[in-house]
């Protein structure tokens, strides 16, 4: 039976596990998909060698940046965002790869007009470089939005958003956790009114699958897109990537 799983830490409530063993079942595929919770990173190695038939891992917060140590091997993208979400492992050599970033610009494209030409990016985390990666990529010129200001790298803090200069972000992406269940309530603290139907309103979280940032875009017309169908494309590319 092939093996692959999750490290993460805590896993509480992970998605890939029912993706993947739903996924084994409806396809008869002879696999398993295991959650490894690792209190430390420096348990990963013990993992390995516990676990010697692993063929892929998916790796998740807090972990996307602090696995790259351990990588044998990284694909432009990781190396270009140092952040790694998908290890490939062939005669225990790992290949660390970023399927965030493929899965993000599909699910993006979908419903991207001519019109999203500047971005606002909420957060500074992984997912965040992810997202970063697409635009420049997509050549959508953006501001990074964070909590903390840092003026050396052009990040912004919220409170100090001039009107003017969200005036042609007609893509808005929320990269941070507010709003994710069960804090359901929260929102990026943005001036919602200056929203139009002209913008697009896409987060990266996906329960609850309507959050609150997107209502509130919804409300003044705006396009929305949850992050759930971004998961599902990364996940489907770990598994190629796996069997690639
Ligand atoms: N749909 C998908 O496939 C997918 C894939 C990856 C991630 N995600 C989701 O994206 C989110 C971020 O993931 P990540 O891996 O980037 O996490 P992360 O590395 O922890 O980064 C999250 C960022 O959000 C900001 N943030 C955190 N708490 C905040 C708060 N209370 N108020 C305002 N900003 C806050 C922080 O930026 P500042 O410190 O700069 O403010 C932080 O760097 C999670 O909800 C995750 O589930 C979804």
Not at 126 to 131: E, L, N, P, T
Not at 196 to 225: M, Q
């Amino acid at each position: 039976m092939r093996q692959f799983g999750l490290i993460g830490y805590p896993l509480g409530h992970s998605f890939s596990k029912g993706f993947f063993t739903e996924k084994f079942s409806a396809e008869g595929i002879d696999a398993r998909y295991d959650n490894f919770p690792l209190e430390s990173i420096t348990a990963f190695p013990g993992l390995l060698q516990s676990h010697p038939q692993l063929e892929g891992l998916n790796v998740t917060i807090p972990y996307k940046e602090n696995i790259i140590q351990y990588l044998h091997q990284q694909s432009p993208v990781v190396r270009a965002i140092g952040a790694c979400n998908c290890i490939k492992i062939t005669n225990g050599q790992l290949f660390g790869h970023n399927t965030d970033v493929v899965g993000f610009e599909k699910s993006l494209c979908r419903k991207l007009a001519g019109h999203h030409k500047k971005a606002l990016v909420l957060g500074t985390g992984g997912a965040s470089k992810a997202v970063q990666y697409v635009l420049d990529k997509l050549r959508i010129s953006y501001i990074v939005i964070s909590r903390k200001a840092d003026a050396a790298n052009g990040i912004v803090d919220y409170s100090s958003l001039q009107q003017e200069e969200i005036k042609d972000a007609t893509l808005w992406i929320n990269t941070t956790p507010l709003g994710m269940y069960p804090h359901i309530d929260a929102a990026p603290p943005l001036d919602y009114e200056t929203i139009t139907s002209r913008h697009y309103l896409f987060d990266l979280v996906y329960n609850p699958s309507e959050t609150r940032f997107l209502s509130l875009g919804k409300a003044k017309g705006a396009t929305i897109e949850n992050g759930y169908e971004m998961l599902i494309i990364q996940a489907n590319e770990s598994w190629s990537i796996w069997n690639s």
